[in-house]
């Protein structure tokens, strides 16, 4: 990567390098296991610059997202997450039964079926045709297709303008940031709201969580960062909250430029934040590095360690994280057997690069390890609930994010 996709500078600087991985979604049906597998770099750099972290654009988002893997509604918490967003939001913006509410990405219709309940017009653009499908299915209006200023300015010439503009956890995905914005500018109202969720790369340094790091996720914002990508395409940022979603997210509230006013005190509080964080200069990033390694000798080392002890570990998960987390360190069924997951969608497939096996969740009752490896860490309050049947026979989780950690399950 020569050149920053966002200002276009030439100022790019190494943060991380993580080998090279397939990507993260591609899930391996049994008969693909003898087959050549695409691998491409996963090198995280920064602009200097304009300051946001970007990895090259290896892989199109049509490649990715026509047939997609993930789907929102098996997560509980998500769900929940979701649903308190949109009552807030209607609470927040005054929005009755006659606003329309936008969701870009809307994958099975997780968020806008809340749209829904509350009487509200809404519709869905997601590119996937199979997780659109199933929103159509819940009952949700859903448009395949990708977002651009051209679908933007379409979707307002043929349903009008929509009162909020909701984005969440894509606005890292598209590596076309200005034109992703300017579609975002089309499809509000010139006095609406776009709402946006994104992990925050401030907590992605500070927690270690390099597994959300992705050919995906083609950038990772600061909100200083963020606002700058938003003033690209015609909006300005006008408020932020600070969210735990994914390990820690940034919700940022923003405006059409005309419209927008001053930002709240919340922007120049997280922005002091990044600042004195040093994710301004260099000095931010300089040690994530060696972090990001000592994180692969540990789980290795534990690991490799009750294999020799003849003690069982096997995953709980499949998530894309989960996916950078096993091929960067190298973990194949000899160390983890199998994983499971709530998808159906995935069971009976295989993770991408290092082949292991995806079962149903009840393999684990059945099986009874004596650790339950959890990839999707960000999920871990959920998750110690869901599964503390493991204490039953005396079996513990591992959680090898931030550092790894090995907890007793609550009875």
Same mark, same amino acid.
């Given at each position: 990567?020569?050149?920053? @996709? ?30 050549? #597998? ?17 990895? =090259?654009?290896?892989?199109? =988002? ?16 998500? /769900?929940?997450?979701? @649903? ?5 939001? %209607? %609470? @927040? ?21 809340? /749209? ?18 199933? %929103? ?8 395949? #297709? ?89 909006? %300005? ?16 509230? &923003?405006? =059409? ?18 600042? &004195?964080?040093?994710?301004? *200069? ?49 973990? !194949? ?6 994983? /499971? ?21 009840? !393999? ?9 490896? /959890?990839? =999707? ?25 931030? *550092? ?8």
């Amino acid at each position: 990567m020569t050149r920053c @996709r966002l200002c276009g500078s030439e100022a790019m600087t190494s943060v991380v390098d993580l080998g090279a991985t397939p990507p993260c979604e591609s899930f391996l049906a049994a008969d693909q296991l003898d087959k050549p #597998e695409p691998a491409y770099p996963l090198h995280l750099r920064v602009c200097t610059d304009c300051w946001l972290a970007q990895i =090259p654009p290896l892989i199109t =988002p049509e490649e990715t997202f026509s047939e997609y893997a993930y789907f929102s509604s098996y997560s509980t918490s998500w /769900v929940e997450h979701a @649903r308190t967003f949109v009552a807030d939001a %209607a %609470a @927040r913006l005054g929005l009755g039964t006659g606003a329309f509410v936008v969701e870009v990405a809307s994958n099975d219709g997780y968020l806008l079926k809340h /749209v829904v309940d509350r009487g509200m017009r809404c519709l869905g653009i997601e590119p996937s045709v199979n997780v659109g499908a199933a %929103a159509r299915d819940a009952g949700v209006p859903t448009l395949t #297709e990708f977002l651009s200023p051209e679908t933007g300015s379409a979707v307002r010439a043929e349903h009008g303008p929509a009162n909020l503009v909701v984005a969440n956890n894509v606005y890292a995905h598209i590596p076309d940031v200005v034109g992703f914005t300017e579609g975002l500018r089309a499809l509000v109202a010139d006095d609406g709201w776009v709402s946006i969720e994104v992990q925050h790369l401030l907590t992605l340094i500070e927690e270690n969580q390099y597994d959300t790091i992705y050919h995906e996720h083609f950038q990772y914002y600061t909100v200083a960062s963020a606002s700058r990508a938003l003033a690209s395409g015609g909006l %300005a940022l006008v408020d932020v909250e600070l969210l735990p979603t994914h390990g820690g997210s940034i919700r940022l509230w &923003a405006r =059409p430029t005309e419209v927008a006013g001053e930002p709240t005190r919340n922007v120049s509080d997280v922005l002091a934040r990044e600042k &004195a964080a040093g994710l301004q *200069e260099l000095s931010g990033y300089t040690e994530f590095s060696a972090r990001v390694a000592k994180v692969r000798r540990d789980l290795l080392k534990f690991l490799i360690t009750a294999a020799e002890r003849g003690e069982t570990v096997v995953g709980y998960g499949a998530p894309g994280k989960g996916n950078t987390l096993l091929n960067h360190c190298g973990i !194949r069924p000899d160390l983890l057997p199998y994983t /499971v997951d709530r998808n159906p969608y995935k069971h009976g497939r295989f993770t991408p690069g290092t082949r292991i096996p995806i079962l149903p969740p009840e !393999r684990i009752a059945a099986d009874k390890p004596d650790y339950v490896l /959890v990839l =999707p860490w960000n999920l871990r309050a959920e998750l110690v609930e869901q599964l503390s049947f493991v204490h039953d026979w005396g079996g513990r989780l591992v959680f090898p994010i931030p *550092e790894l950690s090995i907890a007793e399950v609550a009875s």
